[in-house]
T-cell receptor, first 113, second 113 residues
Framework: DVKVTQSSRYLVKRTGEKVFLECVQD?????MFWYRQDPGLGLRLIYF???????EKGDIPEGYSVSREKKERFSLILESASTNQTSMYLC????????????FGPGTRLTVL | QKEVEQNSGPLSVPEGAIASLNCTYS??????FFWYRQYSGKSPELIMS????GDKEDGRFTAQLNKASQYVSLLIRDSQPSDSATYLC?????????????FGQGTILTVHP
């Protein structure tokens, strides 16, 4: 069974803190993604990785960085958290077979005070 | 900026009716199209994908694609209260995008008994 896990369901941080969000998939997928979801805005792509150590910016990369040292793990880093980064963060892993499905983790609700 | 727009909601239909969800996209070169369902407090899950013009049926769900008019729709027949969720349209722009998706803002569907 497909499984994408995220390190925390809920996280509260202070402005200026460095924040790490972890995502792990057990499906040997090459492509992984980080989105944020805000009411009325849908899911917006922050960064994605198409292989180990390979990454590309998505639509809203400002204020974020990523790390992919191992195939199964993709980390999102908020270098200096700000209140406008309060959001739901969703990680996804892509099966690029004929189904081309993205499988999502349960999400991390981040609040920056 | 490539855009995906969904019909504004929320959409409310009675049990047993047909629910119609619509989505338009800005790039004629788009190659693949997806409908995700997201229950409240949960992460999105793929329910339909479509790649060529016409209809694709899967149980009570039918996806329709018209590339000339740049729209994709999802019909849910015999709607059930369990179909109440947010439906997200997503587009893969193709090329070497590694499965990168752009999502619409979502349409909230409520099926009332």
């Amino acid at each position: 069974d497909v499984k994408v896990t995220q390190s925390s369901r809920y996280l509260v941080k202070r402005t200026g803190e460095k924040v790490f969000l972890e995502c792990v998939q057990d499906m040997d997928h090459e492509n992984m993604f980080w989105y944020r979801q805000d009411p009325g805005l849908g899911l917006r792509l922050i960064y994605f990785s198409y292989d180990v150590k390979m990454k590309e910016k998505g639509d809203i990369p400002e204020g974020y960085s990523v790390s992919r040292e191992k195939k199964e793990r993709f980390s999102l880093i908020l270098e200096s958290a700000s209140t406008n980064q309060t959001s739901m963060y969703l990680c996804a892993s892509r099966d690029h077979s004929s189904t081309d499905t993205q499988y999502f983790g349960p999400g991390t609700r981040l609040t920056v005070l | 900026q490539k855009e995906v727009e969904q019909n504004s909601g929320p959409l409310s239909v009675p049990e047993g009716a047909i629910a119609s969800l619509n989505c338009t996209y800005s790039d004629r070169g788009s190659q693949s199209f997806f409908w995700y369902r997201q229950y409240s407090g949960k992460s999105p899950e793929l329910i339909m994908s479509i790649y060529s013009n016409g209809d694709k049926e899967d149980g009570r769900f039918t996806a329709q694609l018209n590339k000339a008019s740049q729209y994709v729709s999802l019909l849910i027949r015999d709607s059930q209260p369990s179909d109440s969720a947010t439906y997200l349209c997503a587009v893969n722009w193709g090329g070497t995008s590694y499965g990168k998706l752009t999502f619409g803002q979502g349409t909230i569907l409520t099926v009332h008994p």
